[in-house]
């Protein structure tokens, strides 16, 4: 099995020279100078080896980019949203339509975690005799290994086990291990790694620091992977019960304990809270976190300098975006009433004619429907105008069927004063991992361990209170099924387009009905003040067993027959 690292023979890498400064104007990841250096003259100096370890991060966020695979991420791979179409067959519409296989599959889960899997190990065998104080380096090697535990939690919750290669550095010409380690091994040994580096990396990280590596990142990774772990797919119940290397044997529910004693702990760090306000509107503090470059949720973040790259995936036409996903229909109508109701609850107020009206604040955050007032190059709102005429006709490039197949754009995470075709950019960072999802992590493992407790509820009221619901409290005497049924719902809508439904889905084994569905859209049409709403088909998508993990690439499984392929594929 090859594997493309840096470093390997000869050894020389183009490294980026970065200045740590404060995360006001700069960040760490901001370049500053590049130079083709070789493995000693980096490692004998210290700026160049700190160089270095911020280089690893800048593939942190790979996996949840909106435009990983040219037309779509994680969201147009599932049913959140519907793929930008494109001339080639890509890795969205390949899981869309049910048609991935090894030959064709995206190799970035594969490719990226090992090349930078090999840095960190690069670092730690040069670290010691790098002409930095004893306690930084102590710190950089914390700061190393959760990048390490980081890349190989991507890595197992594409493929399951994976080989783990310890602290070696391979070169070009030697054998590389290809053996998949179990399931349970590469969790034993991503949460070593997060319980290593959290006893040294400092809680939270400030000034030019913010934005490393933190000790409540390490904790909140180790959550996040023995959530996944307790999970049905994984707990005993995976595609192939006998491949030790997709799944435990055995289904234990203490792991849903451990997951829920990790998700607590970082709560009661007390470093992490809401970013609340719902007095400028209901749920605006839902909206604003994500503009915000330093806010009290963001536990890790890509960190990015000023930037319009999910505008361009996501805003219309008019604004020089829709280069991503489209939101779906059945998306849209996750989204509850403001009344906290399901709008499938007969007592909830919906209104199929007035479809929008009085809806969970978090809908208009995170989705641009017909007449959403958008910023324009101009510096003014307009309103985007999605809707045909009485003729059948789009008004303008961002109508139905023209600019989106489905009737909308997303507008999570998009800031409200930066269209994509502005020349300055936000200082937004994406999200990798923030307290909202600790706080639904804990929810779920504490309900599947223990039942709906005060503190399950606790915990799901804070996320709905933040959002602008009000009564924002779930009803009391729910079972411990419809609780789950609760924080499976609360977890589409508060963390979507954050790279997490694609991967729930599959965890809580419901992509055999999620993915195997008529996905839909939501035609508006317009005569004077008489509007009409009709859902329409926009695709029919396909999921079979196989798809629950992904399949290595056959390039990789290729060369090597150590290197056992996922099952079904």
Request: charged content about 20%.
């Amino acid at each position: 099995m090859k594997m493309k690292f840096a470093f390997t023979a000869p050894v020389c890498l183009c490294i980026g020279l970065f200045t740590l400064v404060s995360c006001g104007k700069k960040n760490f990841l901001d370049q500053t100078e590049t130079t083709n250096l070789d493995e000693q003259t980096v490692f004998s100096d210290s700026a160049r080896t700190v160089a270095f370890l911020t280089n690893i991060y800048i593939d942190i966020g790979f996996a949840e980019s909106a435009t990983r695979f040219g037309n779509g991420g994680l969201d147009a791979s599932c049913d959140e949203a519907e793929p930008q179409k494109s001339a080639t067959v890509t890795t969205s519409i390949q899981f869309a339509t049910g048609t991935v296989n090894p030959s064709i599959i995206s190799a970035d889960a594969w490719n990226t975690p090992y090349t930078n899997i090999r840095r960190v190990n690069q670092l730690l065998k040069h670290l010691p005799g790098s002409p930095i104080p004893s306690y930084i380096r102590n710190v950089m090697s914390a700061e190393a290994r959760f990048l390490r535990a980081w890349y190989y939690a991507d890595l197992l919750k594409h493929y399951g086990g994976i080989p783990l290669i310890g602290d070696s550095v391979y070169k070009v010409e030697d054998k590389i291990p290809a053996v998949r380690n179990s399931y349970k091994e590469c969790v034993d040994y991503i949460v070593s790694e997060c319980d290593a580096a959290a006893a040294v990396l400092p809680l939270v990280r400030i000034r030019e620091d913010y934005g490393r590596a933190s000790g409540g990142a390490a904790m909140a990774l180790k959550a996040r992977v023995l959530l996944y772990a307790a999970s049905p797919l994984f707990n005993g119940g995976g595609i192939n019960k006998e491949d030790a290397a997709t799944c435990y044997p055995d289904n234990v529910p203490e792991r849903w304990k451990l997951a829920a004693d990790a998700a607590a702990a970082v709560m009661n760090t007390a470093a992490y809270s809401l970013n609340e306000d719902n007095a400028t509107a209901p749920g605006y503090g839902f909206y604003k976190v994500f503009t915000l470059r330093v806010n009290p949720e963001y536990i890790l973040a890509k960190m990015q300098g000023g930037n319009r790259e999910l505008e361009s995936a996501w805003q219309p036409p008019s604004r020089n975006g829709a280069q991503g996903g489209f939101p779906y229909q059945g998306f849209v109508d996750a989204f509850g009433m403001a009344n906290g109701k399901a709008i499938t609850d007969p007592s909830s107020g919906y209104d199929a004619a007035n479809p929008y009206s009085n809806r969970d604040p978090r809908l208009a955050y995170s989705v641009i429907r017909d007449q959403t007032p958008l910023i324009q190059n101009t510096g003014l709102k307009e309103p985007v105008n999605i809707f045909l005429g009485p003729d059948g006709k789009g008004v303008s490039q961002d109508a139905v069927h023209a600019g989106t197949p489905t009737g909308y754009y997303t507008n999570k995470m998009l800031d409200e004063n930066i269209a994509a075709n502005f020349i300055h950019g936000s200082q937004r960072c994406f999200p990798l991992m923030r307290y909202a999802e600790v706080l639904l992590n804990y929810a779920e493992a504490q309900n599947e361990y223990a039942g709906p407790v005060a503190e399950v509820y606790n915990a799901v009221a804070l996320v709905r209170k933040r959002a602008g619901l009000l009564p924002y409290e779930l009803p009391a005497g729910l079972s411990k099924e419809q609780m789950r049924e609760a924080i499976h719902a609360e977890r589409r809508v508060e963390l979507a387009f954050e790279g997490h439904r694609f991967w729930d889905v599959r965890r809580w084994k419901i992509a055999a009905q999620t993915e195997n569905k008529q996905m839909t859209g939501m035609e508006v049409k317009r005569n004077g003040a008489n509007v009409t709403y009709t859902i329409f088909p926009v695709r029919k998508h396909n999921f079979r067993d196989a798809m629950y993990l992904w399949a290595i690439p056959q390039g990789e499984t290729a060369k090597s027959p150590e290197l056992k392929q996922n099952p079904s594929w």
